[in-house]
Protein backbone atom coordinates (compact mmCIF):
# COMPACT_ATOMS: atom_id res chain seq x y z
CA UNK A 1 0.00 0.00 0.00
CA UNK A 2 3.03 2.12 0.85
CA UNK A 3 4.19 1.69 -3.12
CA UNK A 4 0.51 2.35 -4.65
CA UNK A 5 0.43 5.66 -2.12
CA UNK A 6 4.43 6.77 -3.37
CA UNK A 7 3.28 6.10 -7.23
CA UNK A 8 -0.01 8.04 -6.99
CA UNK A 9 1.50 10.88 -5.10
CA UNK A 10 4.41 11.09 -7.66
CA UNK A 11 1.58 11.29 -10.34
CA UNK A 12 -0.53 13.76 -8.76
CA UNK A 13 2.59 15.74 -8.34
CA UNK A 14 3.10 15.52 -11.79
CA UNK A 15 -0.39 16.19 -12.36
CA UNK A 16 0.22 19.90 -10.35
CA UNK A 17 3.62 20.56 -12.12
CA UNK A 18 2.07 20.21 -15.58
CA UNK A 19 -0.56 21.85 -14.98
CA UNK A 20 -3.49 19.37 -15.70
CA UNK A 21 -5.71 20.30 -12.60
CA UNK A 22 -5.79 23.64 -13.23
CA UNK A 23 -5.92 23.07 -16.97
CA UNK A 24 -8.81 21.15 -16.60
CA UNK A 25 -10.78 23.18 -13.90
CA UNK A 26 -10.88 26.16 -16.39
CA UNK A 27 -12.21 24.36 -19.10
CA UNK A 28 -14.77 22.80 -17.29
CA UNK A 29 -15.39 25.67 -14.90
CA UNK A 30 -15.63 28.17 -18.16
CA UNK A 31 -17.68 25.90 -20.21
CA UNK A 32 -19.76 24.75 -17.40
CA UNK A 33 -20.56 28.68 -16.69
CA UNK A 34 -21.09 29.80 -19.93
CA UNK A 35 -23.88 26.46 -20.95
CA UNK A 36 -25.57 27.33 -17.91
CA UNK A 37 -25.40 31.50 -18.77
CA UNK A 38 -26.71 30.68 -21.96
CA UNK A 39 -29.06 27.99 -20.93
CA UNK A 40 -32.47 30.33 -22.07
CA UNK A 41 -30.69 31.44 -25.70
CA UNK A 42 -33.51 28.82 -27.50
CA UNK A 43 -36.10 31.16 -26.11
CA UNK A 44 -34.32 34.37 -27.05
CA UNK A 45 -32.92 35.38 -23.80
CA UNK A 46 -29.52 35.44 -21.75
CA UNK A 47 -29.28 34.06 -17.99
CA UNK A 48 -29.65 31.11 -16.41
CA UNK A 49 -33.03 28.69 -16.92
CA UNK A 50 -34.67 26.10 -14.66
CA UNK A 51 -32.32 23.63 -12.67
CA UNK A 52 -33.30 20.63 -14.28
CA UNK A 53 -32.14 21.97 -17.85
CA UNK A 54 -29.13 23.40 -16.31
CA UNK A 55 -28.17 20.40 -14.93
CA UNK A 56 -29.74 18.59 -18.32
CA UNK A 57 -26.58 20.48 -20.27
CA UNK A 58 -23.94 20.03 -17.80
CA UNK A 59 -24.09 16.51 -17.79
CA UNK A 60 -24.11 16.67 -21.72
CA UNK A 61 -20.81 18.72 -21.69
CA UNK A 62 -19.76 15.95 -19.46
CA UNK A 63 -20.29 13.27 -21.36
CA UNK A 64 -18.39 14.75 -24.48
CA UNK A 65 -15.72 16.12 -22.41
CA UNK A 66 -14.35 14.23 -19.17
CA UNK A 67 -13.74 10.60 -21.81
CA UNK A 68 -12.19 12.92 -23.69
CA UNK A 69 -9.97 14.34 -20.75
CA UNK A 70 -9.33 10.97 -18.78
CA UNK A 71 -8.37 9.64 -22.02
CA UNK A 72 -5.65 12.03 -22.94
CA UNK A 73 -4.55 12.17 -19.17
CA UNK A 74 -3.82 8.82 -19.10
CA UNK A 75 -3.33 7.08 -22.58
CA UNK A 76 0.90 7.17 -22.56
CA UNK A 77 0.23 5.77 -18.46
CA UNK A 78 2.50 2.96 -19.30
CA UNK A 79 3.56 3.08 -22.81
CA UNK A 80 4.97 6.46 -22.55
CA UNK A 81 7.26 5.06 -19.53
CA UNK A 82 8.58 2.60 -21.75
CA UNK A 83 9.26 4.76 -24.44
CA UNK A 84 11.05 7.10 -22.45
CA UNK A 85 13.10 3.81 -21.03
CA UNK A 86 11.99 4.92 -17.56
CA UNK A 87 9.75 1.57 -17.40
CA UNK A 88 12.19 -1.12 -16.65
CA UNK A 89 14.10 0.93 -14.39
CA UNK A 90 10.89 1.33 -12.46
CA UNK A 91 10.63 -2.54 -12.33
CA UNK A 92 13.87 -2.94 -11.11
CA UNK A 93 13.01 -1.08 -7.64
CA UNK A 94 10.59 -3.83 -4.90
CA UNK A 95 7.43 -2.45 -6.18
CA UNK A 96 5.12 -5.51 -8.11
CA UNK A 97 3.55 -4.31 -11.31
CA UNK A 98 0.14 -4.21 -9.84
CA UNK A 99 1.18 -1.67 -7.24
CA UNK A 100 3.18 0.37 -9.98
CA UNK A 101 -0.34 0.47 -11.97
CA UNK A 102 -2.43 0.88 -9.05
CA UNK A 103 -0.76 4.16 -7.73
CA UNK A 104 -0.29 5.58 -11.37
CA UNK A 105 -4.00 5.18 -11.64
CA UNK A 106 -5.19 6.42 -8.27
CA UNK A 107 -2.83 9.35 -9.34
CA UNK A 108 -4.47 10.27 -12.62
CA UNK A 109 -7.70 9.82 -10.88
CA UNK A 110 -7.31 12.14 -8.20
CA UNK A 111 -5.96 14.60 -10.58
CA UNK A 112 -9.58 14.35 -12.90
CA UNK A 113 -11.05 14.31 -9.78
CA UNK A 114 -9.84 17.47 -8.34
CA UNK A 115 -10.21 19.31 -11.24
CA UNK A 116 -13.67 18.12 -11.78
CA UNK A 117 -15.01 19.15 -7.92
CA UNK A 118 -13.18 22.19 -8.71
CA UNK A 119 -14.44 23.18 -12.38
CA UNK A 120 -18.32 22.33 -11.84
CA UNK A 121 -17.65 23.60 -8.37
CA UNK A 122 -16.75 27.11 -9.50
CA UNK A 123 -19.91 26.38 -11.52
CA UNK A 124 -22.55 25.81 -8.98
CA UNK A 125 -20.84 28.64 -7.25
CA UNK A 126 -21.65 30.89 -9.53
CA UNK A 127 -25.66 29.25 -10.48
CA UNK A 128 -26.30 29.60 -7.10
CA UNK A 129 -25.17 33.68 -6.80
CA UNK A 130 -26.45 34.53 -10.21
CA UNK A 131 -29.94 32.27 -10.73
CA UNK A 132 -32.89 33.73 -9.36
CA UNK A 133 -35.26 31.45 -7.53
CA UNK A 134 -32.91 28.81 -6.99
CA UNK A 135 -33.46 25.88 -4.16
CA UNK A 136 -29.84 26.32 -3.16
CA UNK A 137 -30.73 22.26 -1.61
CA UNK A 138 -32.33 21.56 -4.46
CA UNK A 139 -29.20 22.50 -6.02
CA UNK A 140 -26.19 21.27 -4.38
CA UNK A 141 -28.12 17.94 -4.59
CA UNK A 142 -28.12 17.50 -8.33
CA UNK A 143 -24.47 19.33 -8.57
CA UNK A 144 -23.03 16.82 -5.62
CA UNK A 145 -24.54 13.50 -7.86
CA UNK A 146 -23.31 15.65 -11.44
CA UNK A 147 -19.50 16.00 -9.67
CA UNK A 148 -19.95 12.23 -8.37
CA UNK A 149 -20.88 10.52 -11.56
CA UNK A 150 -18.70 12.61 -13.68
CA UNK A 151 -15.53 11.94 -11.25
CA UNK A 152 -16.65 7.81 -11.87
CA UNK A 153 -16.63 8.32 -15.50
CA UNK A 154 -13.56 9.88 -15.84
CA UNK A 155 -11.73 7.28 -13.98
CA UNK A 156 -14.10 4.58 -16.39
CA UNK A 157 -11.92 6.10 -19.11
CA UNK A 158 -8.63 6.20 -17.35
CA UNK A 159 -9.17 2.68 -16.81
CA UNK A 160 -9.77 2.06 -20.63
CA UNK A 161 -6.11 4.31 -21.12
CA UNK A 162 -5.05 2.06 -19.05
CA UNK A 163 -5.97 -1.14 -21.17
CA UNK A 164 -4.77 0.36 -24.03
CA UNK A 165 -1.35 1.42 -22.32
CA UNK A 166 -0.75 -1.39 -21.52
CA UNK A 167 -1.58 -3.58 -24.73
CA UNK A 168 0.05 -1.14 -27.41
CA UNK A 169 3.94 -0.74 -27.82
CA UNK A 170 3.78 3.00 -29.38
CA UNK A 171 2.61 6.15 -28.00
CA UNK A 172 1.00 7.27 -31.36
CA UNK A 173 -1.11 4.30 -30.83
CA UNK A 174 -2.07 4.13 -27.94
CA UNK A 175 -3.63 7.57 -29.01
CA UNK A 176 -5.14 6.26 -31.82
CA UNK A 177 -6.97 3.83 -29.82
CA UNK A 178 -7.71 6.17 -27.48
CA UNK A 179 -9.84 8.30 -29.64
CA UNK A 180 -11.27 5.44 -31.66
CA UNK A 181 -12.69 4.79 -27.46
CA UNK A 182 -13.56 7.98 -27.26
CA UNK A 183 -15.67 7.60 -30.53
CA UNK A 184 -17.29 4.39 -30.02
CA UNK A 185 -18.68 5.44 -26.58
CA UNK A 186 -19.59 8.86 -26.85
CA UNK A 187 -21.06 9.13 -30.66
CA UNK A 188 -21.04 5.74 -32.42
CA UNK A 189 -23.16 3.92 -29.85
CA UNK A 190 -26.16 6.73 -29.55
CA UNK A 191 -26.38 5.79 -33.82
CA UNK A 192 -26.28 2.47 -33.70
CA UNK A 193 -29.17 2.51 -30.56
CA UNK A 194 -31.17 5.22 -32.22
CA UNK A 195 -31.01 3.25 -35.75
CA UNK A 196 -32.26 0.14 -33.73
CA UNK A 197 -35.04 2.12 -31.97
CA UNK A 198 -36.12 3.32 -35.22
CA UNK A 199 -36.43 -0.49 -36.55
CA UNK A 200 -38.45 -1.80 -33.77
CA UNK A 201 -41.71 -1.10 -34.17
CA UNK A 202 -43.37 -3.26 -30.93
CA UNK A 203 -41.87 -5.10 -28.29
CA UNK A 204 -39.18 -3.06 -27.26
CA UNK A 205 -39.21 -2.98 -23.83
CA UNK A 206 -35.99 -4.33 -23.86
CA UNK A 207 -34.03 -1.61 -25.11
CA UNK A 208 -33.45 0.97 -22.44
CA UNK A 209 -31.34 -1.94 -20.98
CA UNK A 210 -29.11 -1.88 -23.79
CA UNK A 211 -27.77 1.92 -22.23
CA UNK A 212 -26.32 -0.27 -19.56
CA UNK A 213 -23.62 -1.51 -21.92
CA UNK A 214 -22.54 2.26 -22.08
CA UNK A 215 -21.07 4.52 -19.15
CA UNK A 216 -21.56 7.38 -20.75
CA UNK A 217 -25.57 5.71 -21.06
CA UNK A 218 -25.17 5.35 -17.16
CA UNK A 219 -23.85 8.18 -16.33
CA UNK A 220 -26.66 10.05 -18.28
CA UNK A 221 -29.73 7.98 -16.74
CA UNK A 222 -27.87 9.00 -13.02
CA UNK A 223 -28.04 12.21 -13.84
CA UNK A 224 -32.02 12.23 -15.24
CA UNK A 225 -33.56 10.89 -12.29
CA UNK A 226 -35.47 13.89 -10.65
CA UNK A 227 -35.52 16.05 -13.41
CA UNK A 228 -38.94 17.92 -13.50
CA UNK A 229 -37.89 18.85 -17.69
CA UNK A 230 -39.02 15.93 -19.35
CA UNK A 231 -38.79 18.07 -22.37
CA UNK A 232 -35.11 18.90 -21.70
CA UNK A 233 -34.07 15.57 -22.02
CA UNK A 234 -32.87 14.31 -25.74
CA UNK A 235 -31.68 11.40 -27.64
CA UNK A 236 -31.12 7.60 -26.77
CA UNK A 237 -31.71 8.16 -23.17
CA UNK A 238 -35.18 9.38 -23.43
CA UNK A 239 -36.31 5.59 -23.69
CA UNK A 240 -35.79 4.98 -20.12
CA UNK A 241 -37.79 7.64 -19.32
CA UNK A 242 -40.00 6.91 -16.21
CA UNK A 243 -37.76 3.51 -16.11
CA UNK A 244 -36.70 1.15 -12.92
CA UNK A 245 -32.94 2.71 -13.40
CA UNK A 246 -32.01 4.53 -10.31
CA UNK A 247 -28.63 5.57 -9.02
CA UNK A 248 -28.74 3.30 -6.19
CA UNK A 249 -28.34 0.24 -8.94
CA UNK A 250 -26.49 2.77 -11.79
CA UNK A 251 -23.35 3.73 -9.55
CA UNK A 252 -22.51 0.33 -9.20
CA UNK A 253 -22.74 -0.34 -12.64
CA UNK A 254 -19.99 2.51 -13.38
CA UNK A 255 -18.15 0.97 -10.60
CA UNK A 256 -17.69 -2.12 -12.41
CA UNK A 257 -17.11 -0.31 -15.36
CA UNK A 258 -14.22 0.90 -13.55
CA UNK A 259 -12.87 -2.98 -11.93
CA UNK A 260 -13.62 -4.82 -15.35
CA UNK A 261 -11.19 -2.86 -17.65
CA UNK A 262 -8.43 -2.00 -14.90
CA UNK A 263 -8.46 -5.74 -14.01
CA UNK A 264 -7.74 -6.77 -17.82
CA UNK A 265 -4.89 -4.10 -17.49
CA UNK A 266 -3.64 -5.19 -14.92
CA UNK A 267 -3.54 -9.03 -15.66
CA UNK A 268 -2.08 -8.20 -18.90
CA UNK A 269 0.87 -5.55 -17.73
CA UNK A 270 1.53 -8.57 -14.89
CA UNK A 271 2.31 -11.52 -18.00
CA UNK A 272 3.84 -8.92 -20.61
CA UNK A 273 7.26 -8.37 -21.05
CA UNK A 274 9.14 -4.99 -19.68
Not at 124 to 133: K, M, N, P, Q, W
Not at 222 to 245: D, K, M, R, W, Y
Request: net charge neutral; with cysteine.
Amino acid sequence: MNAVMTIAAKEFRDGLRNRWVLAIALVLAALAVGIAWFGAAASGGLGFTSLATTLTSLSTLAVFLIPLIALLLAYDAVVGEQEAGTLLLLLTYPLSRTSFLLGKFLGHGLILGVATILGFGIAGVVVALGAEGVDKTELASGMGLLILSSVLLGWVFIAFAYLISVWVTEKARAAGLALVVWFLFVLVFDLGLLALLVSVKQGGDWLPWLLLLNPTECFRLINLVGFEAAGSVSGVTSIAQGGAFRPAALIPILLAWILVPLGLAILHFRHRPA
